[in-house]
């Protein structure tokens, strides 16, 4: 009934298990978004086909689509919390949110490829997931005046604090060439889209101006100059293909229009892309 308010929400939960019970964990895959917080006890299951234990603190995160449950179909002893989220998914494969967020467009594009990139699906010992639950349950049990902004607002907070852990271990020590590389492979996987410096920072989990300066120091080109960079490059490897006309490889690497496309290019290779692309062509 205090979920009425909240269609975003699935369902959400504490299970107290004092005894073993078989057939009491499937393996199921759902279509929303899942966050389980271990309370007591240990946990053995499975996320994705791929084992995993879980103790007191640690934090599953279980994307839609995604199989989980335990392997045997036990519960075991213990307790956990969890929420449920009706989270879409776009055809890029992107988590959407919905209008319930305070999230920016670009924050929330941040977040997702984050939540999405991390090989391991669980945060350990990340007890402010606990905190954050448990004011959820109080908001929706209380009901006290602005309860439904509260606890969508703590849906947000949990977003970007498990974001922010993922980053970090991510980036261990701050490891910037390999973190470098992460972010040039997730630059490139989606080229066409509008990178701005924000969002490029909140992918390894960085400020904007620490990002700015840690950018330039380790390459010596500015955020915006190292992306455009890679968009030539890119641009370079699709001119050539001769079945590609100039148009679509202008934004499919980014670019406004293929003036926008030229101008760059030319400015940063000394050719046109139409004499690149002869160019090459005479030398093959």
């Not at 019970?21 to 978004?33: A, E, K, W």
């Not at 969508?152 to 974001?163: K, P, V």
């Not at 040039?184 to 701005?196: I, K, V, Y």
Request: proline share 3%.
């Amino acid at each position: 009934m205090e979920l009425l308010l909240f269609p975003h929400i699935e369902e959400i939960g504490v299970i107290k298990n004092s005894a073993i019970r078989l057939n009491g964990f499937l393996n199921i895959v759902d279509d929303g978004l899942k966050i389980y917080y271990v309370q007591e006890g240990k946990f053995e299951w499975t996320i994705n086909h791929r084992p995993f234990i879980l103790y007191p603190g640690d934090v599953a995160l279980i994307l839609p689509g995604i199989a989980f449950g335990n392997e045997n179909n036990v519960l075991e002893v213990g307790s956990f919390s969890w929420i449920h989220l009706r989270i879409k998914v776009n055809k890029k494969g992107q988590l959407l949110t919905g209008s319930w967020s305070s999230l920016s467009d670009s924050e929330t594009r941040a977040v997702s490829k984050i939540l999405q990139m991390n090989s391991s699906p669980v945060l350990q010992k990340f007890t402010e997931a606990g905190h954050i639950f448990k004011s959820i349950q109080s908001e929706l049990f209380n009901q006290e005046i602005g309860y439904q902004a509260r606890v969508n607002h703590l849906l947000d907070e949990i977003f970007i604090q498990m974001s922010r852990q993922f980053s970090r271990i991510s980036n261990p020590g701050r490891d910037f060439p390999s973190t470098f590389m992460k972010l040039e492979h997730e630059l490139r996987q989606d080229l066409s889209h509008q990178w701005t410096v924000e969002e490029m920072a909140a992918l390894v989990g960085l400020g904007t101006t620490l990002f700015n300066d840690t950018v330039k120091s380790y390459s010596g080109f500015s955020p915006v100059s190292y992306l455009i960079n890679i968009r030539i490059s890119e641009a370079i490897k699709l001119l050539k293909k001769s079945d590609i006309n100039l148009t679509d490889i202008a934004l499919d690497t980014g670019f406004y229009s293929s003036q926008h496309f030229s101008t760059t290019f030319k400015k940063l290779t000394g050719y046109t892309p139409s004499q690149f692309r002869k160019n090459h062509s005479r030398t093959k």
